[in-house]
């Protein structure tokens, strides 16, 4: 086997893991299947973690998990395929990075290592075992890869920063009952 056979087959194998879990992880939020809750309960939660509307959110996410994923998985648009992933990735972190970094503490180890993963895959490319070998690369220019991580890179900041803002005012009005409930009732001693 030469050096360029085990590239593309190491290549093809990161594709098909990494592409896999992702298009399962979206697939559970669009359709609920493999025991998620669909768009409806991944709207509700995506809500409550400060993505709003929770549905949009809900709906972005398991687009760019499920799309990004099945593309990579396939080696098409990787460019694309691996910015979309990643940013979806970015957006998970955010949620888990509170928790710290491990992931049996909740943190984001997890949402990390796959969003590594899809932003290495676009800069690598898919190798020659992949669709955008067999069409010669017209959705994997070189010039493709700095726009599709630029682009993706800008939305993430503008969506996670938007939720952070929403987190913190949530976090303050919170006080801000628990400080009226304490007013109240210590002030009718």
Do not use: C, I
């Amino acid at each position: 086997m030469t050096t360029y056979d085990r590239r593309d087959l190491g290549l093809l194998l990161l594709r098909l893991g990494t592409g896999g879990v992702l298009a399962a992880h979206g697939a559970q939020k669009l359709f609920g299947w493999f025991g998620g809750h669909g768009l409806e309960g991944t709207g509700q939660f995506m809500e409550s973690v400060g993505y709003a509307p929770g549905k949009a959110s809900a709906t972005a996410a398991g687009l760019a998990e499920a799309g990004g994923g099945t593309l990579l998985a396939l080696g098409l648009a990787t460019p694309a395929a691996g910015a979309a992933a990643a940013g979806a990735m970015a957006g998970a972190s955010a949620v888990h990075a509170p928790n710290g970094f491990f992931n049996a503490e909740g943190g984001f180890e997890y949402a990390a290592t796959l969003g590594l993963a899809a932003t290495g895959l676009a800069v690598a490319g898919p190798g020659r075992l992949s669709l955008d070998h067999v069409v010669g690369h017209v959705f994997d220019r070189g010039w493709m890869v700095p726009t599709a991580l630029a682009a993706t890179a800008a939305m993430t900041a503008v969506v996670v920063g938007a939720r952070n803002r929403r987190v913190r005012n949530g976090k303050k009005e919170e006080a801000a009952e628990m400080f009226e409930e304490q007013e109240a009732l210590f002030g009718e001693e």
